[in-house]
């Protein structure tokens, strides 16, 4: 390895794209050696479905810089990418997707703003290769996230990024449970860039974040990044508190000063079922907030690893 020559890691999590590592680390290398720096390619296999450990292996033993980490079952997106973050060594670490709609040639672009004097660079999918939805999804996603945590965010920005070291070390401290990366990064408020690249149409598979697990993503990071929907709880709390009494009094003054007699059951029920449907609610949000308490306070590790390509004795 050349003194002079920085040492780029570039991390990818790998679910569902088998036929996409070999290209994908060939781009990958050609990139970084244009650069020049020297590289490490490091693969984790979340338990993708289609085998991709066997792919990974192969490729680690045709170019020992290709470096693979195996799940011992399936723990998610930014799990992955924190196991692999966790590994990397590079003076700059490079995040990115395996389905290769990030470009990989994108990488000297945002080495090059980088060097700008910036520790941390996200690329910004302009024109999103994505479907509808996808692309619909994640501009509610933002907008909802924003509003519950009072932060302007862009919805063309993801996980693909280059962040210098200093960044990756501090990275490693945050072992919340709840996991989304450019969010993390983004709180730790380094000085970060931004930089336009093109963004290509998903080559093989489908994403695996349909309708239900996206709302189980949003709400994890509204829910560790802010405790706004129990502040919001406890004022509506207040305001209906505030209605009622209100309306008890008016309906005592139409008693006892107007003798108007207050009838209707039904308005009765209808308030009962009401009330208790917003008791159910709070108590939802509050519940949640517990279990994520109750998920941290397990202090279970956030991956565990079933086989990495390294020999034992430089297993870390």
Same mark, same amino acid.
């Given at each position: @390895?050349?003194?002079?020559?920085?040492?780029?890691?570039?991390?990818?999590?790998?679910?569902?794209?088998?036929?996409?590592?070999?290209?994908?680390?060939?781009?990958?290398?050609?990139?970084?050696?244009?650069?020049? =720096?020297?590289?490490?390619?490091?693969?984790?296999?979340?338990?993708?479905?289609?085998? =991709?450990?066997?792919?990974?292996?192969?490729?680690?033993?045709?170019? %020992?810089?290709?470096?693979?980490?195996?799940?011992?079952?399936?723990?998610?997106?930014?799990?992955?990418?924190?196991?692999?973050?966790?590994?990397?060594?590079?003076?700059?670490?490079?995040? @990115?997707?395996?389905?290769?709609?990030?470009?990989?040639?994108?990488?000297?672009?945002?080495?090059?703003?980088?060097?700008?004097?910036?520790?941390?660079?996200?690329?910004?999918?302009?024109?999103?290769?994505?479907?509808?939805?996808?692309?619909? =999804?994640? &501009?509610?996603?933002?907008?909802?996230?924003?509003?519950?945590?009072?932060?302007?965010?862009?919805?063309?920005?993801?996980?693909?990024?280059?962040?210098?070291?200093?960044?990756?070390?501090?990275?490693?401290? @945050?072992?919340?449970? %709840?996991?989304? +990366?450019?969010?993390?990064?983004?709180?730790?408020?380094?000085?970060?860039?931004?930089?336009?690249?093109?963004?290509?149409?998903?080559?093989?598979?489908?994403?695996?974040? %349909?309708?239900?697990?996206?709302?189980?993503?949003?709400?994890? =990071?509204?829910?560790? &990044?802010?405790?706004?929907?129990?502040?919001?709880?406890?004022?509506?709390?207040?305001?209906?508190?505030?209605?009622?009494?209100?309306?008890? @009094?008016?309906? +005592?003054?139409?008693?006892? +000063?107007?003798?108007?007699?207050?009838?209707?059951?039904?308005?009765?029920?209808?308030?009962?079922?009401?009330?208790?449907?917003?008791?159910? +609610? %709070?108590?939802?949000?509050?519940?949640?907030?517990?279990?994520?308490?109750?998920?941290?306070?397990?202090?279970?590790?956030?991956?565990?690893?079933?086989?990495?390509?390294?020999?034992?004795?430089?297993?870390?």
């Amino acid at each position: @390895m050349g003194k002079d020559r920085p040492l780029i890691s570039t991390v990818v999590p790998v679910y569902g794209c088998k036929n996409c590592l070999k290209e994908l680390s060939g781009r990958i290398i050609d990139t970084i050696e244009s650069i020049p =720096a020297d590289l490490e390619i490091i693969l984790v296999n979340d338990a993708s479905p289609d085998n =991709a450990w066997d792919t990974i292996k192969a490729l680690h033993e045709a170019d %020992n810089r290709i470096k693979g980490i195996d799940f011992a079952r399936n723990f998610g997106q930014h799990h992955a990418i924190t196991a692999g973050l966790d590994y990397a060594a590079g003076d700059w670490v490079v995040v @990115m997707d395996c389905d290769l709609q990030d470009r990989p040639e994108e990488i000297q672009t945002l080495y090059k703003k980088a060097q700008e004097g910036y520790e941390v660079v996200f690329a910004n999918r302009v024109v999103r290769q994505d479907n509808w939805f996808k692309r619909k =999804a994640s &501009q509610l996603f933002y907008r909802v996230y924003d509003y519950f945590s009072g932060k302007t965010s862009d919805h063309t920005v993801a996980n693909f990024s280059i962040s210098e070291k200093k960044v990756i070390r501090e990275f490693r401290q @945050m072992r919340e449970q %709840n996991r989304f +990366f450019p969010l993390f990064i983004q709180w730790m408020g380094y000085k970060t860039g931004n930089v336009p690249v093109e963004h290509n149409a998903r080559k093989e598979g489908k994403t695996s974040y %349909n309708l239900k697990k996206l709302i189980t993503l949003a709400t994890d =990071a509204i829910i560790s &990044q802010s405790n706004k929907p129990l502040r919001l709880s406890i004022q509506f709390g207040f305001l209906l508190a505030l209605g009622s009494l209100v309306y008890g @009094m008016y309906l +005592f003054i139409r008693y006892f +000063f107007l003798d108007q007699h207050v009838q209707g059951w039904t308005s009765v029920m209808v308030s009962i079922y009401f009330i208790g449907g917003l008791i159910f +609610f %709070n108590f939802g949000v509050l519940g949640l907030y517990i279990g994520k308490i109750f998920n941290e306070t397990k202090d279970r590790p956030l991956y565990l690893i079933r086989e990495t390509t390294e020999d034992k004795d430089e297993e870390r």
